[in-house]
């Protein structure tokens, strides 16, 4: 009785234990999708938004915009694309991939100051009278440091994007086969119950018919015969 009893305890124990790992597993798999592939993937867009806003801003000084508004706007928007970008690099220090996100960095905000430069050289009376030579100084100039950080970026958010679908599509496969695994596990700790449970029946039943028999001998005098079960 006792051997049976034990081996109900350790099939459900184990299969207990088993998916404790499974999710634990699980668990580390979506905290890698969470922090370097979602909350990366969404850094990396808020950037991307931050530099468009960044073209507008200068495009706005240079068309004669508030001056000193706008420059307010480029100078905080350039704090907060560097530390997106700190960011990023603390989410990918462990990975293959921080060289990549150190590069963007650097053209990236190699072409943004020299875009804050440029627009805080210019004056009011230079803005408001040689707009068609500023803008194409800044072309000039710009365009170079621009290409770079724009390809070099271009490559961080298609990583980015990658690592997010191949992150998103690998624990979805995981979570399918621990799926499985819990269900096959189920059923097999349940037929080992199961089996369990009716040699216990038929040891526990069987005692009593012969304990039964046993008494109906003793009750008609006759001592002769012998309980076969313990």
């Not at 905290?31 to 991307?48: D, P, Q, R, V």
């Amino acid at each position: 009785m006792n051997y049976f009893i034990a081996m109900v305890a350790v099939s459900v124990f184990s299969a207990a234990i088993s998916i404790f790992l499974a999710m634990g597993h699980i668990e580390k798999k979506y905290e890698h999708l969470h922090h370097n592939s979602m909350i990366g993937g969404l850094t990396t867009l808020k950037i991307e938004k931050n530099l468009n806003y960044t073209s507008r801003l200068s495009r706005d000084i240079m068309l004669g915009g508030n001056y000193d508004k706008n420059m307010q706007k480029l100078e905080a928007t350039l704090k907060e694309i560097e530390e997106h970008f700190t960011l990023l690099e603390k989410l990918m220090e462990k990975e293959s991939s921080l060289s990549m996100v150190q590069e963007a960095k650097n053209s990236t905000m190699l072409f943004l100051q020299n875009t804050l430069e440029m627009m805080k050289s210019l004056n009011s009376q230079e803005i408001a009278h040689s707009k068609d030579a500023i803008y194409a100084n800044y072309s000039k100039e710009l365009t170079p440091f621009a290409n770079a950080s724009r390809e070099s970026f271009a490559k961080l958010v298609e990583l980015k994007a990658t690592e997010l679908e191949k992150d998103s599509m690998g624990l979805a496969t995981e979570i399918n086969f621990f799926k499985f695994l819990a269900l096959i596990a189920g059923i097999v700790v349940g037929v080992i119950v199961l089996i369990l449970a009716t040699i216990i029946r038929k040891s526990i039943t069987g005692g009593i018919n012969d304990f039964t028999k046993l008494i109906s001998h003793v009750s008609k005098g006759d001592f002769s015969h012998q309980a076969t079960t313990v």
